[in-house]
C-alpha cells in the first residue's frame, strides 16, 4: 500500500495572513523602538535568569536615553552587556540583585538607588532604579522591565543635612533636562534625516542632468542648498545638546548672508533688501548656528508684515572700542541688523523676548528667539532689538571677526554644488527600511553601472549575503542601515555577515552616526560611514571607494 506524501495543513489564506500578521508585528516593534527612544528616563529589559553569575542578568534591551546615560553609543546601545557592568561596585551590585528579587517577591515592583557607572571616562551617576518583573498569564517570570534616572544628589543627603539651596537646585535640574533633551534630539534627527534623504539623493543627481539649463540648476540648487543647511542643522542638534561645541571657523558672512536671506524669504509677499560694505570682515563664528540665526529672524520679520512690506538685512564692520561694550570685548567685530517695517513689540514685551516662556503668537513656542540669543552667546557675541510699535523693528547681532577680509559675489556657496557621481562596476546589497531612499540609491547606483540587490530588514540581508556567498559571488559593497524595523538592528545584522564572511565590506549608513562615535562603527568590522541624507555623488564615491579596496585573494 502506498502512502501519499505529507501535505501542510496549512491554506495558502493561513499563510498570507500569518506573513501579514509578521509584517504587522515588525512595524508594531519599530513603532515601540521609536517611541521608547522618545522616553526621557532610562528603559532597559533584562533576562529573568542569571547564565553568568559575574556579569548578572543580561540586557535584551535599551533606548536611547540609557545608553547616553550610561556613555554608549545609543546605535549600539547596552544590549549583551550584564547588570552588574552598568553599576559601579559590588555593594551597588548586590542592591540592584535584591531589588530585582524584591520586585518578584512584592508582586511586581521595587525601587532603590545605585551608581551607574559610565562606560566612558566620566564617573558614576547616582540614579533610581525603578524596576518592573514582567510575568505572563500563568505567573511565569518573563524578564524585568527598569527605568533608570538620575537623582537629585543634594535631595539625597538632605536627609541628613542642610536643605539644598534653590540655586543648585535649579542647576540640577537644568542639567538633567539637558540630558532628556539630547536622547529626545537623537530621536527627532534620525526621524528628519530619513525624510530628507530621498529628496537629497534624487535632487542631487538631478542638477547634474540639467547644467545645460543654467537658470534652471541654479533655481535647483539654492532648494539644495537649503538641504544642505537643513542636513547639517540635524547634525548640530545632537552635537549642541550632548557634546562640547564645535570650534568657531572664519566664517564669510556676506556670502551666507545672501544665500540664507532668499532662501528664507521665498514664497513671502515681503521684499528683502540685503546690502554689506565692501571689504567686509570675516566672522569668527558656527556658520550653521548663524543661518538658523539668519533665518528665524528674517522669517521673524516676515510674519510681522502679513500684509508684506520692504525689510532689511545689512552686513558692516564694527569696532568696540577699549572700553568695551557689555559683553563684547574691544576690537573689530561685524554687525548684522535685520529691519523690518512690521507691527512693532510693546515696551512691555521688549524684555521679554530672550525668555523661552514668552511669545505673542498663538501658536509659537518661545524658544525660536531663545535659541538665537544661546547661539549668539556661544560664539562670544551679542543680540540686541529695538523697535517702535506700528513702525518697525531692527534686530542687531554683532560677532567677533576673525583676521582677513573679503566676500563672494554669486549667490550660491561654491561648497553647495552637488557632489560630482562617480561610476563603477561590482554588486552592491543596499539593507534599509525606508522605501523611498532604498528605491532612490537603487535607481542612481544602477545608473552608474552596478548591480543592485535590496531588502528592508536584517534577517533577510543575512539570507541574501549568505546564497551570494556560496555561490562565490558576494556582494562588494554592503549599505547597512543601522536602525532596521522589527528584528535584528544593522549593528547585529552586520556582526552575523562578518562571522559568515570576515571580509564582507560593510558600510555604515545612519542619520544619527556624528564624527565622535564613528571609530566605534569602524572597530566594529564596518569599512566605513556614510551618513544621511547622502548625496547622490557621496552615495557613488563611497561605493566606488570601498568596492575597489581589499581585493579579494
Not at 564617573?123 to 518592573?132: A, D, F, I, L, S
Request: hydrophobic fraction near 40%.
Amino acid at each position: 500500500m502506498t502512502s501519499s506524501p505529507p501535505t501542510s495543513s496549512a491554506t495558502p489564506a493561513a499563510l498570507a495572513g500569518l506573513e501579514q500578521g509578521m509584517e504587522q508585528l515588525k512595524i508594531a516593534n519599530y513603532y515601540l523602538r521609536v517611541a521608547l527612544d522618545q522616553v526621557t528616563d532610562g528603559v532597559v529589559i533584562v533576562e529573568s535568569e542569571t547564565t553568568d553569575p559575574k556579569s548578572g542578568p543580561k540586557v535584551l534591551f535599551s533606548n536611547a536615553a540609557a545608553a547616553m546615560l550610561a556613555g554608549a553609543d545609543p546605535e549600539a546601545g547596552l544590549r549583551g552587556l550584564g547588570l552588574n557592568d552598568l553599576v559601579a561596585g559590588d555593594r551597588d551590585a548586590t542592591t540592584l540583585l535584591q531589588s530585582l528579587r524584591l520586585a518578584v517577591e512584592n508582586g511586581g515592583c521595587h525601587e532603590c538607588e545605585c551608581q551607574l557607572q559610565s562606560l566612558r571616562t566620566q564617573g558614576p551617576t547616582p540614579c533610581k532604579w525603578r524596576v518592573r518583573a514582567v510575568f505572563n498569564s500563568m505567573r511565569k517570570l518573563l524578564n524585568f522591565t527598569i527605568l533608570i534616572s538620575p537623582v537629585n544628589t543634594a535631595c539625597s543627603v538632605a536627609k541628613t543635612e542642610t536643605k539644598p539651596a534653590a540655586d543648585d537646585l535649579d542647576a540640577q535640574s537644568e542639567q538633567l533636562r539637558k540630558e532628556n533633551l539630547a536622547a529626545l534630539a537623537q530621536g527627532i534627527a534620525h526621524d528628519v534625516n530619513n525624510l530628507l534623504g530621498p529628496v537629497t539623493v534624487r535632487l542631487s543627481a538631478l542638477i547634474q542632468q540639467v547644467q545645460e539649463h543654467p537658470a534652471l540648476a541654479q533655481e535647483l540648487q539654492l532648494v539644495f542648498a537649503g538641504l544642505k543647511r537643513a542636513k547639517q542643522f540635524t547634525s548640530q542638534v545632537v552635537t549642541a545638546s550632548k557634546a562640547k561645541p564645535r570650534k568657531h571657523e572664519p566664517t564669510d558672512i556676506a556670502a551666507l548672508m545672501r544665500d540664507t536671506v532668499e532662501f528664507a524669504g521665498a514664497g513671502s509677499n515681503g521684499h528683502v533688501c540685503v546690502r554689506s560694505d565692501d571689504n567686509f570682515r570675516l566672522a569668527l563664528a558656527d556658520p550653521v548656528k548663524l543661518s538658523q540665526v539668519l533665518q528665524n529672524l528674517v522669517m521673524n520679520g516676515i510674519q510681522a508684515m502679513p500684509h508684506g512690506g520692504y525689510m532689511d538685512v545689512e552686513a558692516h564692520n564694527h569696532l568696540v572700542g577699549v572700553a568695551g561694550d557689555g559683553t563684547l570685548k574691544p576690537g573689530p567685530h561685524v554687525r548684522l541688523i535685520v529691519r523690518d517695517r512690521g507691527c512693532g513689540i510693546t515696551r512691555e514685551n521688549l524684555d521679554r523676548l530672550f525668555r523661552e516662556s514668552f511669545t505673542t503668537k498663538p501658536d509659537g513656542n518661545g524658544i525660536g528667539l531663545t535659541t538665537c540669543k544661546r547661539f549668539i552667546d556661544e560664539m562670544g557675541g551679542d543680540i540686541r532689538v529695538t523697535s517702535a510699535p506700528n513702525i518697525s523693528t531692527e534686530f542687531s547681532v554683532t560677532l567677533p571677526a576673525a583676521e582677513g577680509s573679503g566676500s563672494t559675489k554669486t549667490l550660491i556657496p561654491a561648497d553647495s554644488a552637488p557632489v560630482p557621481l562617480k561610476h563603477g562596476k561590482g554588486t552592491v546589497l543596499i539593507v534599509d527600511d525606508e522605501d523611498d531612499l532604498r528605491k532612490v540609491a537603487h535607481m542612481i547606483l544602477l545608473r552608474c553601472g552596478y548591480e543592485v540587490v535590496q531588502c528592508d530588514n536584517g534577517q533577510d540581508a543575512v539570507k541574501i549575503y549568505q546564497s551570494l556567498f556560496r555561490t562565490g559571488t558576494p556582494p562588494d559593497v554592503v549599505l547597512m542601515d543601522l536602525t532596521l524595523r522589527g528584528g535584528m538592528n544593522g549593528t547585529e545584522t552586520a556582526a552575523e555577515i562578518l562571522h559568515l564572511d570576515p571580509e564582507a565590506r560593510i558600510v555604515c549608513t545612519s542619520g544619527s552616526v556624528t564624527q565622535e562615535v564613528q571609530m566605534i562603527f569602524l572597530e566594529r568590522g564596518f569599512v566605513g560611514v556614510l551618513p544621511k541624507p547622502y548625496e547622490a555623488g557621496e552615495l557613488t564615491q563611497t561605493v566606488h571607494r570601498v568596492a575597489t579596496m581589499m581585493k579579494r585573494n
